[in-house]
């Protein structure tokens, strides 16, 4: 599991995903706005935005909220207009980091990154410094005890996923980017509910971070996740997670 993965998911083991509920609501229409106004407000024809509406509803987000961002995506309704940019830099130990944007003033926003940066010993970089470190793949998790391991491997692998690892707690399923939407509607319909259904940056190697590098590398990451319009953060740091736990508890 990538070290920005096992942080998420130790902090959403510590309840602290749902402390930030609202803030995660608004980035989650945003993303269901800007598909909708991409490719249509129709589920079965725009695969980003019926991704987009099943991890909405996985956040248990009202269906009320889910139909006006679609309808502010076509135009049926007055909205911002977001545009999607990204950003890349370098954390402390020389962590490759990558920050996606869904932004109504990209010069505020481009402001904004590379001062948390800065504070948080990094550095912005210049687009392409660290994208070829990662590969756009399809992540699910599925939590251990929901399902035998052999049964999900078995039907994640029917399904078309190109990879499955068994970790201590959950059970990760790896896809090609373009076989995302058909892996996650498959398992899906077959009753198996996910901890995490994404579109993801994997990295292809790690940094491993101790002591204070460790503590400044997630002050950095939690800082820009909470910026309101970073969408994602993916870093290619590697903590153990007994001082994951301990910065958790910060």
Same mark, same amino acid.
């Given at each position: 599991m990538s070290g920005h993965s096992k942080w998420s998911t130790i902090k959403r083991k510590k309840g602290k995903l749902?402390?930030? /509920?609202? @803030?995660?609501?608004? @980035? =989650?229409?945003r993303e269901i706005t800007v598909a909708a106004r991409e490719g249509g407000g129709d589920l079965e024809s725009n695969a980003r935005l019926r991704t987009a509406v099943a991890t909405a509803k996985a956040a248990n987000m009202p269906a009320d909220n889910i139909k006006r961002g679609i309808l502010k995506g076509t135009g049926e309704l007055e909205?911002?207009?977001?545009?999607q940019s990204s950003y890349e830099g370098y954390g402390p130990g020389g962590v490759a980091v990558l920050v996606e944007v869904l932004t109504d003033n990209k010069n505020r926003t481009v402001a904004d990154i590379r001062h948390i940066f800065t504070r948080h010993n990094g550095n912005l970089g210049e687009v392409g410094c660290v994208g070829w470190m990662f590969d756009r793949k399809g992540y699910l998790v599925v939590e251990k005890g929901s399902i035998g391991e052999d049964e999900l491997m078995e /039907?994640? =692998?029917e399904a078309g996923a190109s990879d499955f690892v068994a970790g201590s707690d959950n059970f990760e399923i790896y896809t090609e980017f373009t076989d995302f939407?058909?892996?996650r509607t498959a398992l899906d319909k077959a009753g198996i509910k996910f901890a995490t259904a994404e579109i993801s940056m994997i990295p292809q190697t790690t940094v491993k971070l101790d002591g204070k590098q460790a503590e400044q590398m997630i002050k950095l990451y939690e800082e820009l996740e909470d910026h309101d319009d970073v969408q994602k953060v993916s870093a290619n740091f590697d903590i153990d997670e007994s001082m994951l736990l301990k910065l958790s508890e910060e």
């Open positions: 749902d402390e930030e /509920r609202g @803030k995660m609501f608004t @980035k =989650l229409i909205g911002v207009h977001y545009e /039907r994640a =692998l939407d058909s892996v």
